[in-house]
Nanobody, 122 residues
């Protein structure tokens, strides 16, 4: 059974930091890229970071670039997203997902987690 489980969300102060984790099971984790997405109320789900399989190269959306780091541990089947300098606009439900190629479209992603809420308070 395929599972992706996010953790680490919660209420964070403006300017604070958090570390989101994604635990995976039930599929060949090291053969998949893992992405982080978020969906704010009334907005579309957007991809904010992706780490490839193979060389673990990372890409970031402009909205979090420079203040975030994605990493993966293939031995533990986990991916983490460290975010700093949090802003109210970072408030959203955060999801991790798996796809072999860091696809550009949501429909390309094979597996999804249930999401974890992040709320940045000012």
């Amino acid at each position: 059974q395929v599972q992706l489980v996010e953790s680490g969300g919660g209420l964070v102060q403006l300017g604070g930091s958090l570390r989101l984790s994604c635990g995976a099971s039930g599929f060949a984790f090291d053969a998949y890229a893992i992405g982080w997405f978020r969906q704010a109320p009334g907005k579309e789900r957007e991809k904010i970071a992706c780490i490839s399989n193979g060389d673990a190269s990372a890409t970031y959306a402009a909205s979090i670039n420079g203040r975030s780091t994605i990493s993966r541990d293939n031995a533990k089947n986990t991916v983490s997203l460290q975010m700093t300098s949090l802003k109210p606009e970072d408030t959203a439900v955060y999801y991790c997902a798996a796809d072999p190629f860091c696809g550009s479209y949501l429909a390309e992603w094979d597996y999804w987690g249930q999401g974890t809420q992040v709320t940045v308070s000012s």
